[in-house]
Nanobody, 116 residues
């Protein structure tokens, strides 16, 4: 049974940093391209970063140059380092396989709030 547990969110001031973690179980993590997604109130869930099995990465334009996605296959964990945070980054952040569908399994997410 797939389980995704996101952590590391919190309240941070604009310009601050956070590092999110996502521990996966129930999947063969090393063969899965993974992604970090976010959903702000009243908005659709969006993909913000993606990492392939060989650790190639892509980013949404809104986070490029500020966010970095990495993975540790030995720990079945994917990370999102978020720097220079802006109020518009406020959202619930989720990890999942790349191109996950809305009706796929999703974890509980972790809340990120950027506010002074």
């Amino acid at each position: 049974q797939v389980q995704l547990v996101e952590s590391g969110g919190g309240l941070v001031q604009p310009g601050g940093s956070l590092r999110l973690s996502c521990a996966a179980s129930g999947i063969i993590f090393s063969i899965k391209p993974m992604g970090w997604y976010r959903q702000a109130p009243g908005k659709q869930r969006e993909l913000v970063a993606h990492i392939t099995t060989s650790s190639r990465t892509t980013y949404a334009d809104s986070v490029k140059g500020r966010f970095t996605i990495t993975r540790d296959n030995a720990k079945s964990t994917v990370y999102l380092q978020m720097n220079s945070l802006k109020p518009e980054d406020t959202a619930v952040y989720y990890c999942n396989k790349y191109q996950a569908a809305i009706n796929d399994y999703w974890g509980q997410g972790t809340q990120v709030t950027v506010s002074s």
